[in-house]
């Protein structure tokens, strides 16, 4: 029999990481002839190409290189390219997978052709429409023709908007399976960053190790697009990492609006708090399992965080992940809440896990490949 045909859509980090443990289960078995494409939507090293690199991922097929632009001029170059990718490829079905523009986008280039669209991560949705995220995940369920769920939140969010449950199948997490098999690997790799502020390089020795540092990691235009917000939380963390030593992986988006800001400046008067350069997915996973706690707006970070046990502070009013509250480590937190809630951790009343989410088992991809074949 001929093999299906499948597009995997692919365009910002937490999507390579979601594809990073599907793809090898896809090359096993002769059923499914996979397509990798990348629209470009990140582009540079810190954002992609690291991520290829450090987990294997195989070069993709195509690559659309639409790079970076308003919502809509990126969201419309991804459509009229994918298009034409679709037009050439014909597919029998294109995977889309998470939240991003790239989701949407070609999700959309693709129904209009008459290629069915399977959703991964879909259901999500923390009901907050000033989040572009959101507006994704919404456009995106609303045309797609198979829903794989990473929890039941989401199975019963699409049940709500009435999609037929036949559609939608819970097969669990794909950010744990490569989180799961990149553990040994990661726990081996070098803890050595480039600090922002200098030339020094700063190595993670005896002191810091082992439960005795906090990990920061923010992007989301709400926390670090208005540069009063922006002042005001790094004075916070400045304040915290009196305390205990902070770790500042800093996305790009965030590092170009301190440098307009001036804020590297401000930041360096912290003897305690390192920004330190983006990094790569083994070097970060390795400093996440040793940390003490994370403050963060990152989705995957939520779920990481909740595997691992980690207490997880989310600087935002809200959640599409609302099971790593429920019954993870994630507390969802303001700016003013966080010196009270670090005490906490320090006194060592921190939020633990009660429950792991279920199939958040590293054989998600397993799962999915077996799927695949049925529909
Ligand atoms: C995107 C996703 C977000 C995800 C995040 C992970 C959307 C709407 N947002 O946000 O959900 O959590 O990725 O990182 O899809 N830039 C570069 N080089 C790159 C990529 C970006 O310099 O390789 C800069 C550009 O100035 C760009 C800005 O970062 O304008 C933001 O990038 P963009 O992809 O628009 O959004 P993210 O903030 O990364």
Known sequence: ????????????????????????????????????????????????????????????????????????????????????????????FVFVVGDVNSTVSCALAAIKLGIKVIHYEAGLRSYDKSMPEEINRIVTDAISDF???????????????????????????????????????????????????????????????????????LHRPNNVDSKE???????TLGEISKKTPLIFPIHIRTLKNMKDCNLLELAKTFSNLFIIEALGYLQFSHLLIKSLFVITDSGGIQEETTYLDIPCLTLRPNTERQITVLTGSNKLITAEELQTEIDLILKGLPKRRKEMPKFWDGKTANRIVQQLQLI
């Open 147 to 217: 829903f794989f769920t990473t929890a039941e939140e989401g199975t019963e969010n699409l049940i709500r908007e009435k999609v037929p449950v036949e559609k939608i199948f819970m097969l669990g997490n794909l950010m744990i399976d490569t989180l799961v098999s990149q553990l040994p690997k990661a726990m081996s790799t070098k803890l050595e960053f480039q600090l922002y502020d200098s030339l020094r390089t700063l190595s993670i020795n005896a002191d810091f190790y082992e439960k005795n540092y906090g990990i920061v990691t």
């Open 1 to 92: 029999m001929k093999p299906k045909k499948i597009i995997i859509a692919v365009g910002a980090r937490p999507n390579f990481i979601k594809i990073a443990s599907l793809m090898p289960h896809l090359a096993k078995q002769k059923a499914i002839k996979p397509v990798l494409v990348h629209t470009g939507q990140h582009y540079d090293i810190t954002m992609s190409g690291q991520f290829f690199n450090d987990l294997n991922i195989p070069l993709p097929d195509i690559n659309l290189e639409v790079g970076s632009g308003s919502h809509a001029t990126q969201t419309a170059k991804i459509i009229e390219r994918f298009e034409k990718v679709c037009i050439n490829e014909k597919p029998d």
């Open 229 to 235: 917000y922006l002042t005001n939380l790094l004075l």
